[in-house]
Each structure stands twice: as C-alpha cells, then as structure tokens.
C-alpha cells in the first residue's frame, strides 16, 4: 500500500520560512512525478509546484522565486521550501504521487 506522509507546516510570520516534507513508502518513488498542491479555505485545490522523475521542475506564478521543490530519491522523499512567506499562502498544503495519491496535508498559517 503506498503511503505519503506530511510534514513540516506550522505558524510563521510572514517574511518567514518553512520546508515541507513528504515521505513516500510503498511505491517505486524514483520513477514518479511529485508535486505539492494547497487548498485554502472556500478555494479549489491548487498547483503549487511539481517535480518530475528527471527533476525538471514547474511553479505557480504566486510562489515562483519564492518557493524550491526538490527531492531525494535515496529517502524517497520530496521537499517544499518556501520563503518569503505571505498571508495568502495560508493552506493546507498536500504532495502527491503522480496525481494518483495523496497525502493527509500539512496546514500552514502565515500570519502575525
């Protein structure tokens, strides 16, 4: 059974920085695609950035300079490292597997 496991969110002020985890077990994670998607209260799920099996990588235009997404193949593991944070990155923030499964989400608040 494959399984993606969060973590890493939490309060920040803006201006600050978080790193999202997401763990992946079960599944061949070196031959997927990853991305990181968010949804915010009253909104649909969104884009936030995604990965391929190469590393090329996409982004929202919302978070593009501000935000990496990278991964680890030996851990199986894909991070989210956003900086500069803002208000409007409040979400609960989800990885996914090749868009074929999903995590429990992580909240992150940004707020003073």
């Known amino acids: 059974q494959v399984q993606l496991v969060e973590s890493g969110g939490g309060l920040v002020q803006p201006g600050g920085s978080l790193r999202l985890s997401c763990t992946v077990s079960?599944?061949?994670?070196?031959?997927?695609?990853m991305g990181w998607y968010r949804q915010a209260p009253g909104k649909q799920r969104e884009l936030v950035a995604g990965i391929s099996s190469g590393g090329s990588t996409n982004y929202a235009d919302s978070v593009k300079g501000r935000f990496t997404i990278s991964r680890d193949n030996a851990q199986n593991t894909v991070y989210l490292q956003m900086n500069s944070l803002k208000p409007e990155d409040t979400a609960v923030y989800y990885c996914t597997l090749g868009h074929a499964v999903w995590g429990q989400g992580t909240q992150v608040t940004v707020s003073s």
């Open positions: 079960g599944s061949r994670f070196s031959i997927y695609g």
